[in-house]
């Protein structure tokens, strides 16, 4: 072989190695990159799908509380003999302010449906239905949440109750007003 050839072939030899490993570096930096683009991806993707789910749940808890309470209230102006107006509002403060009742309630209905002890206290600290569960008190009729997008009504008369509508509250399904979708597939872009 000709010197000269031989010194093109070890220029070209040693370039083609330079390209190489320089190829082989830049896909290994490349793979590490991609993989960590990808594992931020799914992160942000789950960690997005978990907060929409907790405040799902937490919005059904607060819907429970308004239920509970709606029931209780319902009870306790049926089977008073006190109907009026005035002992109706003295009832249903009582029961807003009756926190541990409450609280003893809906933790009693989540137990039962299985929801762990840790994810209950979760939603506590997030907090109850808040303020009052009166909706609207105009011409002697009251209206009180039982639950998202369910109310019932109170007619009073002469400050006395004449009659009661808690039909919503009978047809209530607190599954029907909470849905949750199934996760997007992840997609890495």
Same mark, same amino acid.
Not at 50 to 58: E, M, P
């Given at each position: ?20 490993? &320089? ?22 993707? #789950?960690? &997005? ?22 029931? #209780?209230?319902? =009870? ?10 005035? !002992? ?13 009742? #409450? @609280? ?24 109850? &239905? ?8 105009? /011409? ?5 949440? %039982?639950?998202?997008? %369910?109310?019932?009504?109170?007619? =009073?008369?002469?400050? /006395?109750?004449? !009659?009661?509508?808690? !039909? &919503?509250? @009978?047809?209530?399904? *607190?599954?029907?007003? =909470?849905?949750?979708?199934? *996760?997007? *597939? =992840? #997609?890495?872009?």
């Amino acid at each position: 072989m000709n010197p000269d050839k031989m010194k093109k072939f070890k220029i070209l030899l040693a370039i083609d190695i330079v390209i190489i490993v &320089a190829l082989a570096v830049v896909m290994f930096v490349l793979k590490g990159q991609y993989g960590e683009m990808a594992q931020k991806l799914a992160t942000e993707q #789950r960690d &997005a799908y978990r907060k929409q789910a907790n405040d799902i749940l937490h919005e059904q808890w607060k819907s429970v509380d308004q239920f509970g309470m709606a029931w #209780r209230l319902v =009870f306790e102006t049926v089977s008073s003999k006190d109907k009026s107006e005035k !002992s109706f509002d003295a009832r249903l403060k009582a029961i807003e302010n009756d926190k541990p009742a #409450r @609280e003893r309630q809906v933790q009693h209905l989540y137990s039962a449906a299985g929801i762990p002890e840790k994810a209950q206290l979760q939603f506590s600290e997030l907090g109850y &239905a808040e303020g009052s569960i009166l909706l609207k008190n105009e /011409n002697g009729v009251k209206e009180v949440a %039982c639950g998202k997008d %369910c109310k019932i009504s109170f007619t =009073f008369v002469k400050g /006395n109750l004449k !009659s009661l509508d808690y !039909s &919503a509250l @009978e047809k209530y399904v *607190p599954a029907e007003h =909470f849905k949750l979708a199934e *996760p997007a *597939p =992840f #997609r890495f872009e």
